[in-house]
């Protein structure tokens, strides 16, 4: 007589695609809402069910978990079991069904725009549920064009891929932030010069601030004095306001970048190449009732 395997089980699945999405152990299991410990135990019996390692286990990893060869293999066939498991859920009871609009969006723009867009459109069409996972601009048009499960990306991405859908959304152009008590400059406008003597916080790589910022450094013959780096620009302002160095961060003309912060925003005389925020969407999913719906609530939205 065989040994039947154990049946693997969606909060297994569930939290292999967590960690996925978020890429940390500790934002997974937060929005699991279980100890990473308890993460790890479903995972590692997930592993054990399939016989693959998933993800690699290296400590102190800078850059977030990185998933195995046989992770990335799986990751489609998890989401999808995922999804498919949710909507078998809500079979037994219509009246709760909702329409789940997935949105792989920036760290930008999910912190200072789409945490209260959100809240206005679920107050405003509660047969929609949206879930909003942040990301690099290159891992937003990834997610797109890899997972089904995505709907809509929102990002200002480098490059435009010709076989996704894109729709202008707003425009946002450059500042520079120094703390209140910090260096003087010598005009009520800043000069890439000058910024290039003080310590400059930038983005990390991977980021499209990062390449424009760097251009217009290297189009004038300059090169900055990159002190330090971080990944998101409410982080790169809190340094700032630390007195670690000046940065220059893409700003929105509701002040919110810098509001309430011990920090002050100056005009760079020399142009940047702004930032175009667009709307993202898979040709399939233009006939969608709620990511059209969605899309054109956001586009009533000029920040």
């Not at 978990?65 to 498919?84: C, I, P, Q």
Request: glycine share 6%; with cysteine.
């Amino acid at each position: 007589m065989s040994r039947e395997h154990p049946a693997i089980s969606v909060d297994q699945v569930t939290a292999f695609v967590q960690l996925a999405h978020t890429r940390s152990i500790r934002l997974a299991a937060d929005s699991l809402h279980l100890s990473e410990e308890g993460l790890r135990g479903r995972l590692l019996a997930l592993e054990q069910r399939l016989g693959v390692t998933l993800y690699e286990k290296a400590q102190g990893r800078r850059s977030g978990v990185k998933l195995s060869h046989a992770g990335e293999n799986f990751l489609r066939k998890a989401t999808k079991f995922v999804a498919d498991a949710h909507t078998l859920a809500k079979l037994d009871d219509p009246g709760t069904m909702v329409k789940e609009l997935t949105i792989a969006a920036s760290q930008y723009v999910t912190y200072y725009l789409l945490i209260d867009i959100v809240r206005a459109f679920h107050a405003a069409s509660t047969d929609i549920a949206i879930k909003i996972f942040t990301r690099t601009e290159d891992q937003v048009i990834d997610a797109l064009q890899s997972e089904d499960t995505f709907s809509i990306g929102i990002c200002a991405p480098d490059e435009y891929p010709t076989n996704l859908l894109y729709r202008n959304w707003f425009t946002m152009e450059w500042a520079l932030i120094a703390p209140i008590n910090g260096p003087e400059f010598d005009g009520s406008e800043v000069t890439l010069e000058e910024i290039s003597r003080r310590p400059l916080i930038l983005f990390e790589p991977g980021s499209t601030g990062r390449q424009h910022i760097l251009e217009a450094f290297y189009n004038t013959g300059l090169t900055p004095k990159v002190a330090m780096e971080a990944t998101t620009t409410s982080v790169i302002v809190r340094m700032v306001e630390a007195g670690m160095g000046v940065a220059m961060v893409p700003v929105l003309r509701s002040g919110a970048v810098t509001c309430g912060l011990n920090v002050r925003q100056l005009p760079i005389s020399q142009k940047i190449r702004p930032l175009q925020t667009g709307i993202f969407v898979r040709p399939d999913s233009r006939a969608d009732d709620a990511v059209t719906g969605f899309s054109d609530f956001l586009l009533g939205f000029q920040p």
